[in-house]
């Protein structure tokens, strides 16, 4: 049974940083894809980082790109989402969530994604 459990959350200032965490367990191979949604109030979900668990591959959009860095460590079953200069309108409910299709121009659409973590709170304020 695969599952995905974030942890790392928290309230951070402006201009802080932050790392995710994603443990993924249950999977029988690598050929798969881990993204980072997030929910902030009154918006849409919204990818921000996709990796390949298989070689690396990453996709962020233009919103994060150059402050948010994910990466993966297969040993462990673990994927990271390193945040820096994070900004207010960061203030999201951040999850993991995992697809069986890989990687792909598919990494920040949500119903792509079959699995799905719990989710953790980032909060950017004074």
């Known amino acids: 049974q695969v599952q995905l459990v974030e942890s790392g959350g928290g309230l951070v200032q402006p201009g802080g940083s932050l790392r995710l965490s994603c443990t993924a367990s249950g999977f029988t191979s690598d050929s798969y894809a881990i993204a980072w949604f997030r929910r902030a109030p009154g918006k849409e979900r919204e990818g921000v980082s996709c990796?390949?668990?298989?070689?690396?591959?990453?996709y962020y959009p233009s919103s994060v790109k150059g402050r948010f860095a994910i990466s993966r460590d297969k040993g462990v079953n673990m994927v990271y989402m390193h945040m820096d200069n994070l900004k207010p309108e960061d203030t999201a409910v951040y999850y993991c969530?995992?697809?069986?299709?890989?990687?792909?121009?598919?990494?920040?659409?949500?119903?792509?994604?079959?699995?799905w973590g719990q989710g953790t709170q980032v909060t950017v304020s004074e």
């Open positions: 990796i390949s668990v298989a070689d690396g591959r990453t």
């Open positions: 969530a995992a697809t069986l299709r890989g990687w792909g121009p598919w990494c920040s659409t949500a119903h792509v994604f079959d699995f």
